[in-house]
């Protein structure tokens, strides 16, 4: 089965803490990408990050970084001395090629509050 | 800056009726997505469409049907909207290729069925 699994269904936290967002997925394939998405109140969804299954390299892009772990199956993310403005829904989702074409399979979401 | 534009951000329609969602793109992706999110299910596909006049069922497509006349609209019908799919719908595009092309969201369309 193709899943992808947030368990976090809410966090919410202070301003200035770190905070880390669950991800594991499920796949057969060998190739496939892992995304993360950033709803704000706006509704749309933001890009953050895609990371493709043979590439395991953590990576650090200002005060947000993701960790690659295909030994368990998983793609945490982390926010550094959280923000107000990083309150929103995140998403993670799985990338897999389905009769011919590629689809995103997305998790349940995390909604994320930093309170001041 | 590249765009994906869903026509209305809030619909209140009556049980019964037959709702238009739009999406418009305009950066010639040939990959369309249709999905709808709702609290604790995450966003799950209703259709998609390769390219001009092709259609693809995706994870839950009862009671919903597509239309893609032209590359850059990709319409979503519900042909008898029913209470449970009130729900929030957001359109995507992509272009055709590898899996290393991201996706471009819309803003999302609430549609309420009272």
């Known amino acids: 089965a193709q899943k992808v699994t947030q368990a976090q269904t809410e966090i919410s936290v202070v301003e200035k803490e770190d905070v880390t967002l669950d991800c594991v997925y499920e796949?057969?394939?060998?190739?496939?990408?892992l995304f993360w998405y950033k709803q704000p109140p706006s509704g749309e969804l933001v890009f953050l990050i895609r990371?493709?299954?043979?590439?395991?390299q953590n990576e650090i892009s200002g005060r947000y970084s993701w960790n690659f772990q295909k030994s368990t199956s998983s793609f945490n993310f982390t926010i550094t001395a959280s923000q107000v403005v990083d309150s929103a829904v995140y998403f993670c989702?799985?990338?897999?090629?389905?009769?011919?074409?590629?689809?995103?399979?997305f998790g349940q979401g995390t909604r994320l509050t930093i309170n001041p | 800056d590249v765009k994906v534009t869903q026509s209305s951000r809030y619909l209140v329609k009556r049980t019964g009726e037959k709702v238009f969602l739009e999406c418009v793109q305009d950066?010639?992706?040939?990959?369309m997505f249709w999905y709808r999110q709702d609290p604790g299910l995450g966003l799950r596909l209703i259709y998609f469409?390769?390219?001009?006049?092709?259609?693809e069922k995706g994870d839950i497509p009862e009671g919903y049907s597509v239309s893609r006349e032209k590359k850059e609209r990709f319409s979503l019908i519900l042909e008898s909207a029913s209470t449970n799919q009130t729900s929030m719908y957001l359109c995507?595009?992509?272009?055709?290729?590898?899996?290393?092309?991201?996706?471009?969201f819309g803003s999302g369309t609430r549609l309420t069925v009272v």
């Open positions: 469409s390769y390219d001009v006049k092709m259609k």
């Open positions: 989702a799985l990338s897999l090629i389905i009769q011919g074409a590629q689809k995103l399979v």
């Open positions: 995507a595009s992509r272009i055709r290729g590898g899996f290393n092309y991201g996706y471009t």
């Open positions: 796949t057969r394939d060998t190739t496939y990408y």
């Open positions: 950066m010639d992706h040939e990959n």
């Open positions: 990371r493709n299954s043979f590439d395991e």
